[in-house]
């Protein structure tokens, strides 16, 4: 069984290792890695590979960043000749980034067959560009599998049919629970000076928080008021760092901002928080399972179970909401972790069994 791997951008890579893990323990599997590049900083690239042990890809396409259309149309124009090359016999996509979508049609336009890992989430906001991208790329995919039942849902009403779904868990969280030791021996917080639920994080990234100076802005002094009962910890994605070069005046003195963290040490950081603010989609999933609350600020997540089964609150931007939710939050101290049906560490094993039931 030739499985091609296609990986692009930080939020890939967690999810590609547990795959490629397992991969590691059939003889009978051979793998080929692609990065498209699209991420290509140390810190947002390079350093994941080597925390999370993934082997060097077989081919990087240096897409690097870009528009939509160009990002997209680079990886399909520099990945079809190696599919037509190394000829796999199912091409596995993870997530929802621009990498994820073009190969995912490049493949399928080939005749090959796709594997969508993340499969049928859904904000219902055509705004986001991962939105266009989930949709998308599932349309084309033969085997969907699934994190969680509400993609199940979405799957079935949009008309997969029953044997391409297939509920497998969360191979974000496999990465997160074989880590998390290693994580929490790391002396991150030593090495910050913070003491363990003595600090809140935040993360932002969506170009609708981030691109706009007035979004940003406001949310910037909405948090600095969160820093007035409690430090803020700000690790910054180059999108995030290179809008706020032009608004210095908005980071408050609780918030302490830093480059990009690794994973290990971003892991050690958010396990230990009392408090966790984002808009990512993925650290409202690893909050659920570390069992600290989340804050996401967004008006909708495509994760509901972290909603109805876990830490995460959807806030939005208003202000008022926010803080009031920090608030209270900060009132008790954090429930026990809640961990959601088959989150459990073993989702990459289900999908390799699955596929090699099939091929
Ligand atoms: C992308 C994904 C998003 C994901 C996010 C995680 C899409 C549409 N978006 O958004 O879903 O949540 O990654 O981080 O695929 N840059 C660097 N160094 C890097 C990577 C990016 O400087 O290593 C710069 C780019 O040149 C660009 C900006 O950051 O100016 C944004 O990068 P891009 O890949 O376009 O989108 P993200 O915002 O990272």
Known sequence: MKLLFMAGARPNFMKVA???????????????????????????????????????????????????????????LRLEPILVREEPDAVVVVGDVNSTMAAAITAAKLGHRVAHVEAGLRSFDRTMPEEINRVLTDSVSDWLFASEPSAVVNLRREGFAEHQIHLVGNVMIDTLLACRDRALQMHTLDHLGLTPRGYAVLTLHRPSNVDHPETLGRLMATVGQIARWLPVVFPLHPRTRQQLQHLPHVLAPGIRTLDPLGYLEFLALMSNARLVLTDSGGIQEETTVLGVPCLTLRENTERPITLEQGTNQLVGLDPARILDTAERVLAHANGPPRRPALWDGHAAERILNVLAQTL
């Open 18 to 76: 547990p795959l490629l893990w397992e991969c590691r323990k059939h003889a009978s599997v051979q793998t080929i890695l692609v990065h498209s590049g699209q991420h290509y900083d140390r810190v947002m690239s390079d350093l994941f590979f080597e925390q999370l042990s993934i082997p060097a890809p077989h081919h990087n396409l240096g897409v690097g960043g870009g528009s939509h259309a160009t990002q997209t149309a680079e990886v399909m």
